[in-house]
T-cell receptor, first 113, second 111 residues
Framework: ETGVTQSPTHLIKTRGQQVTLRCSSQ?????VSWYQQALGQGPQFIFQ???????GRGNFPPRFSGLQFPNYSSELNVNALELDDSALYLC????????????FGPGTRLLVL | GIQVEQSPPDLILQEGANSTLRCNFS?????LQWFHQNPWGQLINLFY???GTKQNGRLSATTVATERYSLLYISSSQTTDSGVYFC?????????????FGKGTKLTVNP
């Protein structure tokens, strides 16, 4: 086990709704990254948070937003859900500037109907 | 941006066989990680290997950074080795260290 936890494990939403996913990072890690994995694809980088600020973003629209808290846990928020947002959402924790090894949580499966 | 290509996309083996998975990348990287994704979606770290060779039991990996490729070797495969294997390169962009993944190799090991 990596020590990275995510909640909930599964979620079903309808188009247009909003969703919040949560991630607790591994002890001692100061950076959280979020990835989206569509069926049959590799994970795609959404964004990274370091010291409670966004520290880099992939090719995702602004309706994908996040937060990092003082205890380094993090949230991913998605507004105005679309069918294509159905995916496995993975968070990874690491130490920025360290060995850069990212450790992943078990993921949240989101289905948008 | 950087491109990561994995081959083969699919691999079917009989238990006990050996296999080699390849990962090519198009630019210099800070590091490279190999993962095994189990059927429940958990990404399990196998190797952190920016260069050189590492071994862990029946698995070993080699990265030749100057030639921009990495290889994952699985010896004496077992049914529990089934799943999708990803390589991911750590690409420093604007201060963030993001992992760029290949599309994976789906390994099926039959008894």
């Amino acid at each position: 086990e990596t020590g990275v936890t995510q909640s909930p494990t599964h979620l079903i939403k309808t188009r247009g709704q909003q969703v919040t996913l949560r991630c607790s990072s591994q002890s001692g890690h100061n950076t959280v990254s979020w990835y989206q994995q569509a069926l049959g694809q590799g994970p795609q980088f959404i964004f990274q948070y370091y010291r409670e600020e966004e520290n880099g973003r992939g090719n995702f629209p602004p309706r994908f937003s996040g937060l990092q808290f003082p205890n380094y846990s993090s949230e991913l928020n998605v507004n105005a859900l679309e069918l294509d947002d159905s995916a496995l959402y993975l968070c990874a924790s690491s130490v920025l500037g360290g060995a850069s090894i990212q450790y992943f949580g078990p993921g949240t499966r989101l289905l948008v109907l | 941006g950087i491109q990561v290509e994995q081959s083969p996309p699919d691999l079917i083996l009989q238990e006990g066989a050996n296999s080699t998975l390849r990962c090519n990348f198009s630019d210099s990287v800070n590091n490279l990680q190999w993962f095994h994704q189990n059927p429940w979606g958990q990404l399990i770290n196998l190797f952190y290997i920016p260069s050189g060779t590492k071994q862990n039991g029946r698995l070993s990996a080699t990265t030749v950074a100057t030639e921009r490729y990495s290889l994952l070797y699985i010896s004496s495969s077992q049914t529990t080795d089934s799943g999708v294997y990803f390589c991911a390169v750590d690409y420093l962009q604007g201060g963030s260290e993001k992992l760029v993944f290949g599309k994976g190799t789906k390994l099926t090991v039959n008894p």
